[in-house]
């Protein structure tokens, strides 16, 4: 019985030690792991002069635009050896261009640029390839922003003669506007909500139209409220929706 007793406790020290032998191995592993994560994608913050004007030009990267209590960029890079940003700020412009070495180079996810402005309206003109665009309590006017593959989302904002146009995206929009404004997808769907005064033409080729429940198709203006101003949504193989 001795013997049985003494041999029950010597296999539960080895199964203590041995588990806290492979916390230890998983902990560092995590570790190593977040390190390498680190070092690959790192996070990059500046603060810049103040600017009223945003020229992109973006090739593998995400870019959002957000009001804040400061003027700044940060960005995170997938792969710094294959990947250059560059920002400045001239005369009241922030260009922001983005160079890739390899033609190989696939983006991901976390491979965005983030800009903060302290400005209520903005003018943000440029082109992305393979990114999405994401605007949030900023006034944009004279604008025009283009995105090969990526979605283009506007919330809590105004439009004041601007073109948002996507070939292989969705676009939303959220808030107000003045002036003339488009917003064209070829293989998305396009969605406005809270829109008021404004004269709306709608066109879809092979996809549904929705304006306030009321459902259309091929090609329709109505006017919302009063004619302040006019919105044009053009959707080639993708459904409008309105309200």
Do not use: W
Request: net charge negative; with cysteine; charged share 20%.
């Amino acid at each position: 019985m001795k013997k049985m007793g003494i041999i029950i406790i010597v296999c539960i020290l080895v199964c203590i030690a041995g588990g806290s032998f492979l916390a230890i191995h998983l902990i560092r592993n995590v570790e190593v792991s977040e390190t390498s994560i680190s070092n690959v994608r790192p996070v990059n913050y500046e603060k810049t002069e103040a600017f009223t004007s945003v020229q992109l030009d973006l090739t593998s990267m995400d870019v959002k635009i957000e009001k804040s209590s400061e003027n700044a960029i940060s960005y995170r890079l997938q792969d710094a050896k294959k990947q250059k940003l560059e920002y400045s700020v001239d005369q009241g412009v922030l260009t922001v261009k983005e160079t890739i070495s390899d033609k190989h180079f696939v983006g991901h996810d976390d491979n965005e640029v983030i800009l903060y402005t302290t400005n209520d309206s903005l003018t943000v003109n440029g082109n992305l390839v393979a990114g999405d665009v994401e605007i949030q309590n900023v006034a944009l006017k004279d604008s025009r922003v283009t995105s090969v593959s990526g979605d283009i989302s506007i919330e809590n904002g105004s439009l004041n003669n601007c073109s948002f146009i996507t070939t292989s995206g969705d676009i939303e929009f959220d808030g107000q506007l003045t002036g003339d404004n488009t917003l064209e997808t070829t293989s998305g769907d396009v969605s406005v909500e809270n829109i008021s005064n404004v004269s709306v033409t709608a066109s879809t080729t092979s996809g549904d139209i929705e304006i306030k429940e009321e459902e259309l198709t091929g090609s329709v203006t109505r006017v919302l409220g009063s004619n302040n101003a006019t919105l044009t949504l053009n959707t080639t193989s993708g459904d409008i929706e309105i309200n």
